[in-house]
């Protein structure tokens, strides 16, 4: 069974399209994120929910809006793309935020998304 | 400048090589420090974590961690073809879950 799941994990589109990627564990975490992974493999976090509250907002345009509607399930929507939203984007979990083993995140295998 | 630098490499090791992976950061608030593991076209995995200054061990893996100096590092012993992948450097302070990762090494094992 996939503790993190992400789909799509491919997603083509053209400038200007709005795009939604979807993101699940079942790991039975508290605390989802999203990363963005540059042509450079620079993992940057975006946002992070805990318990379906916002803990974590990246300075991040607000063309991407995070959306959680349960613990287990943290979903991207991305308005107007842009050619420089090509990346690759992570899910990923943890069971707390409060530190120790607690803290670890598990990732998902990433969505690869171009822009057009 | 970046808050952890982490040289990308790619780094080239035979196998059977010790390989030292090193990060260095700003910011002194960091106290939990991770390494990741990332195989090509797959999400990162966590390898070591570590609290504080000090040296743990798993297997061939050893994470170092020394806060005077804001160094951190991860060494592979007998290194193999499997170990080829990016190693990224993560660190985090008190603030919630915000993990700060370095820009990742890439390793290659040839046999």
């Known amino acids: 069974d996939t503790a993190v799941s992400q789909t799509p994990k491919y997603l083509v589109t053209q400038m200007g399209n709005d795009k939604s990627i979807k993101c699940e564990q079942n790991l039975g975490h508290d605390t989802m994120y999203w990363y963005k992974q540059d042509s450079k493999k620079f993992l940057k976090i975006m946002f992070s929910y805990n318990n379906k509250e916002l803990i974590i907002n990246e300075t991040v345009p607000n063309r991407f809006s995070p959306k959680s509607p349960d613990k287990a399930h943290l979903n991207l929507h991305i308005n107007s793309l842009e050619l420089g939203d090509s990346a690759v984007y992570f899910c990923?979990?943890?069971?707390?935020?409060?530190?120790?083993?607690?803290?670890?995140?598990?990732f998902g295998p990433g969505t690869r998304l171009l822009v057009l | 400048q970046k808050e952890v630098e982490q040289d990308p490499g790619p780094l080239s090791v035979p196998e059977g090589a010790i390989v030292s992976l090193n990060c260095t950061y700003s910011n002194s608030a960091f106290q939990y420090f991770m390494w990741y593991r990332q195989y090509s076209r797959k999400g990162p995995e966590l390898l070591m974590y570590t609290y504080s200054s000090g040296n743990k061990e798993d297997g061939r893996f050893t994470a170092q961690v020394d806060k005077s100096s804001k160094y951190i590092s991860l060494f592979i012993r007998d290194s193999q073809p499997s170990d080829s992948a990016t190693y990224l450097c993560?660190?985090?302070?008190?603030?919630?879950?915000?993990?700060?990762f370095g820009q990742g090494t890439i390793l290659t094992v040839h046999p």
């Open positions: 993560a660190m985090k302070g008190t603030s919630y879950g915000k993990l700060t």
């Open positions: 990923a979990s943890s069971q707390g935020t409060s530190g120790g083993a607690k803290e670890t995140q598990y």
